[in-house]
T-cell receptor, first 115, second 113 residues
Framework: DSGVTQTPKHLITATGQRVTLRCSPR?????VYWYQQSLDQGLQFLIQ???????AKGNILERFSAQQFPDLHSELNLSSLELGDSALYFC??????????????FGEGSWLTVV | AQSVTQLGSHVSVSEGALVLLRCNYS??????LFWYVQYPNQGLQLLLK??????LVKGINGFEAEFKKSETSFHLTKPSAHMSDAAEYFC???????????FGAGTRLFVKA
């Protein structure tokens, strides 16, 4: 158990809909990351937050948005869903401090299926 | 730009044989290097990492990796494969001053009985 909690574990929704994925980082961690994993594109970095502020942006679509709240939990919002958005979405966290060598701890992921 | 290349999307070995998973990185500054493992239906977890110091890094479950700056490589090895090693392995790189950890495409390891 990494200490990173993600909900829901599984989600099935229709095209055009909007969903919210939730993440609680490890206790004490200030950084939260979101990744998308799919068979055709592998593991893609979406976005990182540090103590409530956006720190780095990756291959995140405009239809997707994220935020980190004062209690450090984070949400990833996916809207106008398309079939190609079906994937495993990981949240991860790392310890305080802007140290590039920090280990990233991953949650078990949220499986999103768009039908 | 920093990048990571994992050679071979699939590697198959027999139980008891040497495991060698290859990773090369591209970085204009000193890198931090990681290997993560993903077991079926689980998130990624750290196997080992190189930050500074000794270039041969030992990790969990008997795995080790050696940072070779001249070859820009960080290959993962294990002397004797076990069935429980079957998983997907990701090499990753980050660097001082950057906020992103860049992951390779992953190598799926199959272990045959």
């Amino acid at each position: 158990d990494s200490g990173v909690t993600q909900t829901p574990k599984h989600l099935i929704t229709a095209t055009g809909q909007r969903v919210t994925l939730r993440c609680s980082p490890r206790s004490g961690d200030l950084s939260v990351y979101w990744y998308q994993q799919s068979l055709d594109q592998g593991l893609q970095f979406l976005i990182q937050y540090y103590n409530g502020e956006e720190r780095a942006k990756g291959n995140i679509l405009e239809r997707f948005s994220a935020q980190q709240f004062p209690d450090l939990h984070s949400e990833l919002n996916l809207s106008s869903l398309e079939l190609g958005d079906s994937a495993l979405y990981f949240c991860a966290s790392s310890a305080p401090g802007q140290t590039a060598g920090n280990t990233i701890y991953f949650g078990e992921g949220s499986w999103l299926t768009v039908v | 730009a920093q990048s990571v290349t994992q050679l071979g999307s699939h590697v198959s070995v027999s139980e008891g044989a040497l495991v060698l998973l290859r990773c090369n990185y591209s970085s204009s500054v000193p890198p931090y290097l990681f290997w993560y493992v993903q077991y079926p239906n689980q998130g990624l977890q750290l196997l080992l990492k190189y930050t500074t110091g000794a270039t041969l890094v030992k990790g969990i479950n008997g795995f080790e990796a050696e940072f070779k700056k001249s070859e820009t490589s960080f290959h993962l090895t294990k002397p004797s494969a076990h069935m429980s090693d079957a998983a997907e392995y990701f090499c990753a790189v980050s660097y001082t001053g950057g906020f992103k950890t860049i992951f390779g495409a992953g190598t799926r390891l199959f272990v045959k009985a």
